[in-house]
C-alpha cells in the first residue's frame, strides 16, 4: 500500500476538525492525535500536514459557534476518498 500524498489544500487550514479517536465509523487507516484544546484523543486521515492544528469535534463546535463567519469546508481529497470508501464498503 502506497502513503498518500499530503492533502496540499489544507495547508491553507488553521484547524482541521477531527473525529474522537473511538469514533467506530472512521476509516481503518486513520492516525491518532490530540486535540491542541482539550488534549482529548482524535483521529484524522494520515496526510493531514502536521502544521495543522487539530481539533475535537466538541471544540470544533465550540469555535464555529464563537466565529460565525468561520471559512469551513472539506477538503476534495478528502471527499474524493470517503465516497469511495463508501462505494468499496456498500452492501
Ligand atoms: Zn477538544
Given at each position: 500500500m502506497t502513503k498518500a500524498k499530503?492533502?496540499?489544500?489544507?495547508?491553507?487550514?488553521?484547524?482541521?476538525?477531527?473525529?474522537?479517536?473511538?469514533?467506530?465509523?472512521?476509516?481503518?487507516?486513520?492516525?491518532?492525535?490530540?486535540?491542541?484544546?482539550?488534549?482529548?484523543?482524535?483521529?484524522?486521515?494520515?496526510?493531514?500536514?502536521?502544521?495543522?492544528?487539530?481539533?475535537?469535534?466538541?471544540?470544533?463546535?465550540?469555535?464555529?459557534?464563537?466565529?460565525?463567519?468561520?471559512?469551513?469546508?472539506?477538503?476534495?481529497?478528502?471527499?474524493?476518498?470517503?465516497?469511495?470508501?463508501?462505494?468499496?464498503?456498500?452492501?
Amino acid at each position: 500500500m502506497t502513503k498518500a500524498k499530503e492533502d496540499r489544500e489544507m495547508l491553507a487550514a488553521d484547524f482541521i476538525v477531527c473525529l474522537p479517536a473511538d469514533c467506530p465509523s472512521a476509516l481503518p487507516d486513520n492516525v491518532v492525535a490530540v486535540c491542541c484544546h482539550c488534549g482529548c484523543k482524535v483521529q484524522h486521515r494520515p496526510y493531514v500536514p502536521p502544521k495543522v492544528k487539530k481539533v475535537c469535534t466538541d471544540c470544533g463546535i465550540a469555535k464555529m459557534k464563537e466565529d460565525r463567519d468561520a471559512d469551513i469546508r472539506i477538503t476534495k481529497q478528502a471527499q474524493d476518498e470517503i465516497i469511495n470508501y463508501l462505494k468499496r464498503h456498500r452492501h
